[in-house]
């Protein structure tokens, strides 16, 4: 097992937990029980690891991300900031892969843009975005990226609609507005393309 990794009194780090060097914990930063953290990674501040996550080489997590029991985070995977992962979601790296074929050099990137939450025992395919702030349905199978604020479920995963910053369902009205019903916060829709009007520069 590797040496346990203490960075400040803020930062808790359970001891079954397997830590490869060199990467990067942030402050605050919480890794639970039999969780391996591979060399190369970055993970930021204020981040919720749970139980038996695996964070592959080169992963990059930003802060106040939470990620719960039994997720792996493969190379080629970007979380932005306060992205939440779902228990038992799934991340793929490569698109046709044989155990007798090695493709590493193939590998696809994933990025969950900032915000964007990811229901428990959900597939995210290679290769696709998933927007600021959008929503993952429990269960739901990726097969395409999907858009800021966008609501999707299903397999494969269908527009459902669209969500605020705070996760409520949005219905727009004639003029092609709505409004978060609890932060009051104002949503247009243009072209299929969900914007906050009260906070423009949502995006890292």
């Given at each position: 097992m590797s040496e346990i990794l203490h960075l400040t009194s803020r930062t808790s780090i359970h001891p079954t937990v397997v830590i490869d060097y060199p990467c990067t914990i942030g402050e605050g930063t919480r890794i639970w029980h039999f969780s391996h953290i591979m060399a190369g990674c970055s993970i930021g501040k204020n981040c919720n690891i749970g139980q038996n996550v695996f964070i592959g080489e080169g992963v990059n997590i930003g802060n106040g991300v939470k990620i719960q029991n039994n997720v792996s985070l493969y190379t080629?995977?970007?979380c932005e900031h306060d992205v939440f992962v779902g228990p038992s979601v799934v991340f793929t790296n490569v698109i046709n892969p044989r155990s007798?074929?090695?493709?590493?050099?193939?590998f696809?990137?994933?990025i969950v843009r900032r915000g964007a939450s990811i229901g428990a025992n959900a597939t995210i395919v290679c290769g696709n975005e998933i927007g600021a702030y959008a929503m993952i349905a429990a269960g739901a199978?990726?097969?395409?990226s999907v858009k800021n604020f966008e609501l999707v479920a299903g397999n494969p995963a269908r527009h459902l609609g669209w969500v605020s910053k705070y996760g409520h369902r949005l219905?727009?009205?004639?003029?092609?507005t709505a409004h978060c019903p609890e932060t009051g916060e104002e949503y247009c829709l243009c072209n299929e393309i969900v914007e906050c009007n009260d906070s423009p520069s949502f995006r890292t």
């Open positions: 080629g995977v970007e007798f074929v090695e493709r590493k050099h193939e696809k990137k994933t199978i990726v097969t395409k219905i727009f009205n004639h003029k092609n």
